[in-house]
């Protein structure tokens, strides 16, 4: 299927949490492929966060969401500047390596994600405490 470009993680740009952070604010969008459930219980909080999940859960467990890179190019141009997180990296890495395979030009992979952005006191949104009953 993709043999043809057999290349892999060696292609995406890895950039570390405060690179990032510097690329968001100079106008790229931030899109988080961890899970809906995840990016509700909090987010890097930049303008225009995406959150379209890379893997899902199902009953079987985890597994890679079918539809990721067309729900991506439905909101994302492939001229368009993101940088692609996750809850530690891995899943971000291998969804920039998707999305460069797809023909997105300028994708950066932060490494660390979410999890390193909250250890560096980064902005982040977290839902609003609920109500007690």
């Not at 470009?5 to 690179?19: G, I, L, M, N, Q």
């Not at 439905?74 to 993101?82: F, Q």
């Amino acid at each position: 299927m993709d043999s043809q470009k057999s290349s892999s993680s060696a292609d995406v740009v890895t950039v570390d949490v405060h690179a990032a952070k510097d690329l968001l604010r100079s106008g790229h969008r931030y899109l988080d492929v961890r899970t809906t459930e995840e990016f509700n219980k909090g987010h890097v909080e930049v303008e225009n966060v995406l959150n379209i999940p890379y893997m899902l859960f199902t009953p079987e467990g985890r597994v890679k969401n079918p539809h990721f890179l067309e729900q991506v190019q439905a909101v994302c141009s492939k001229d368009g500047y993101l940088v692609v997180g996750c809850q530690s990296g891995v899943r971000s890495l291998h969804a920039s390596t998707e999305l460069l395979k797809a023909d997105f030009k300028h994708v950066s992979n932060m490494g660390g994600g979410y999890a390193d952005w909250v250890e560096k006191g980064f902005a982040v949104k977290k839902p609003a405490a609920e109500t007690e009953l």
